[in-house]
């Protein structure tokens, strides 16, 4: 699986999807929330080029006090990029993901299939590699509640992998994770149900006898007396 490859062709492919969402002569912008430095800032390169500290002010403004949905389609390939590539603080993902799901009927099928082909791409990334600015869980939240996509196949992917990094995940989420919390969505119940079973005992084992450091390995122990501590 060559993860860098399949996420330069997603977004590569995002690009050119977009790229019929030109930058807009003119935006409109709230005077008293946005300087005209700022808008200078993510006008002055092409999108490709553009910076994420070019981009953070409209990423905290996006729609909301600067531009409209088209203009946020414009900048959207680079925004994801940005995050995925970690340059982007992770804090903006919610936000990005949120406005996308607003525009989402205005999109067309081939620009839905490409933000889904990212999406996809991005949580192989974030499998693959620990730890990651937007953690598997808002990952997860993203997929599931975001995008209110079916969270299964995305599970089923997670625990085949064998790397480190992917229990190294599974780990931090035991740790993190709130069973028994009374969030009334189908895709918390099934996430719960999935990670107090089986697969994240295996992958979480699995981890703590390949350990390359003592400290995965207290991570991954800790995490299996979690664990097992749901059971009783």
Known sequence: MNTLSDLGSALDNLYAVFSRYPLPAETAVCDHCVSPESVQAAR??????????????YASHAISTWGDLEEFKHYLPRLLELLILEELDGLYADSVMRWVTFGWRSLRQAEQEAIMTVVNAWWRQTLLHYPRDVDVMSMIEIIA???GLELAPYL????ALDPEAAARHMAWLVEDFTVHSGHDADWYANLEAWIAGPAPARMLTAGLVRAKSAEAAEQFSHALETHRSWHG
């Open 156 to 159: 089923a992917e997670w625990e």
């Open 145 to 147: 509640d975001t995008l």
């Open 44 to 57: 002055a390169a092409p999108l490709r080029l553009l910076t994420a500290s070019a981009l953070q002010p």
